[in-house]
């Protein structure tokens, strides 16, 4: 093996002037391979960089399981369904929450008018990330005295004007007008009713990233005070559920509709931001895509490079041959030259690939539209596995693609090979 490697290094780094230079053309396949293998190393990062920023978002910004009742009504504080369901073995944290369809209306003379939806937590027990999330303000300090405190996003303060400090009016209709309108007894009379409005206080402002259908929809207040607000005593939409490992969420789920059974109902993370997940698997899928590509391309790349040097060195190929190196020789030696030139391309594929990667991190080089992509720059997930797939794959490929030009070469007549 030690005289075919070393033939094919002089193949590919001939010895001229004392100095190993590699040929115009088993450099431009090197570097077509180091590009290669860079290029792919930064797009796997990349999509597993982006799915992870986001589905991290999504999960931190909720919880990963909501146990809430069958047709979405409100129910009572059960102390025994969140005894039974912290006993539950992978179950983390569980803390009860209230949400309700409002509109917040700015109280600072711009009349400005926003759906909103406002989400009640137990700050005690609220297992979200918002509170890490504060860019102004707090998160519900303890010597909060505002009748209605609310977190807003920062794009939603934004829409109405808004800053910490900042009065606001929060109207929403109470339990009493949606039992009504499920008797079809709704009218003007029982609307007004229903109807609560109160003077909310801007304590805080949020930013998760997650524009669309989050920092700009949703408004947080504390449990005790939305009751209060809706008059809705003790009652709540559901239990928020963290899981220690997410991998099993889904067993989780399913342990917990046979713990408590009908008519609550344990929804997965997965379940309720369906077509946002559904999106992000949609960009993983493009993965195998990529992947037939750039075997195509290194393929070709390689075989055409190996067939070229097979007509440029025939006359060494013969040489070799005559001195009676067999065909199967001969074969290793373009093997072995087309795996030189795949682990120094992959070498360089991979300081390229780390260095981009590296820069991207540090300085946020590419900049996205938040508002599409819930990311301000483009996320990198620099994981060793991918550099040593790709390295693998490409050593694969090149492999492969080697037996065709190497196959022609050991088929060569020495004596027509000469005479060239």
């Not at 939305?226 to 709540?236: G, H, K, R, S």
């Not at 990311?375 to 620099?382: D, G, H, P, R």
Request: aromatic content about 8%.
């Amino acid at each position: 093996m030690k005289f075919e490697f070393t033939i094919a290094r002089r193949f590919l780094f001939p010895h001229k002037e004392k100095a190993h230079r590699p040929t115009f053309i088993s450099a431009i396949a090197t570097g077509g391979i180091a590009l290669g293998t860079a290029a792919l190393i930064l797009t796997l990062s990349i999509v597993q960089g982006f799915s992870d920023e986001i589905r991290n978002k999504i999960i931190g910004f909720g919880s990963h399981i909501h146990l809430v009742k069958v047709g979405g009504d409100f129910v009572k504080y059960d102390s025994v369904i969140a005894i039974k369901t912290k006993q539950t073995q992978n179950v983390a944290s569980l803390s009860p929450f209230l949400q309700k369809d409002v509109i917040l209306k700015s109280a600072n003379g711009a009349s400005l008018l926003e759906p909103s939806l406002l989400k009640a937590v137990e700050p005690q027990t609220d297992n979200s990330f918002i509170r890490d999330r504060i860019t102004a303000g707090a998160y519900f300090p303890d010597s909060l005295k505002a009748t209605l405190p609310l977190l807003l996003g920062k794009k939603l303060a934004q829409k109405l004007a808004l800053k910490v400090g900042d009065k606001l009016l929060v109207i929403a209709t109470t339990k009493s007008f949606a039992e009504e309108e499920a008797r079809s007894e709704r009218n003007a009379k029982s609307l007004l009713k229903s109807m609560r409005v109160e003077t909310a206080t801007v304590v805080g402002i949020y930013e998760t990233g997650l524009s669309q259908g989050f920092d700009d929809a949703i408004a947080f207040t504390t449990l005790l005070s939305a009751q209060t607000f809706l008059d809705m005593p003790e009652m709540i939409s559901g239990y928020e559920i963290t899981v220690k490992e997410i991998d099993f969420v889904g067993e989780t789920a399913r342990e917990l509709d046979a713990i408590i059974g009908f008519p609550m109902q344990a929804r997965t993370i997965y379940q309720i931001y369906q077509n946002i997940f559904v999106w992000l698997r949609f960009q993983e899928n493009i993965i195998p895509l990529l992947l037939i590509s750039v075997t195509i391309v290194a393929a070709f790349n390689v075989i055409s490079t190996l067939l070229i040097i097979v007509l440029e060195k025939g006359r060494e190929i013969g040489v070799v041959m005559s001195f009676g190196a067999s065909g199967k020789q001969i074969k290793t030696i373009f093997i072995a030259q087309s795996l030189l030139m795949a682990l120094v391309g992959i070498a360089i594929g991979n300081g390229l690939a780390f260095l981009l990667a590296i820069a991207e991190k540090s300085l946020h080089l590419i900049s996205l539209p938040e508002e599409t992509y819930f990311i301000s720059n483009v996320a990198i997930a620099m994981k060793p596995i991918n550099y040593v797939a790709i390295s693998s794959f490409t050593v694969l490929v090149c492999w492969l693609a080697s037996l065709i030009p190497s196959s022609v070469a050991a088929k060569l007549n020495p004596v027509q090979a000469i005479r060239r």
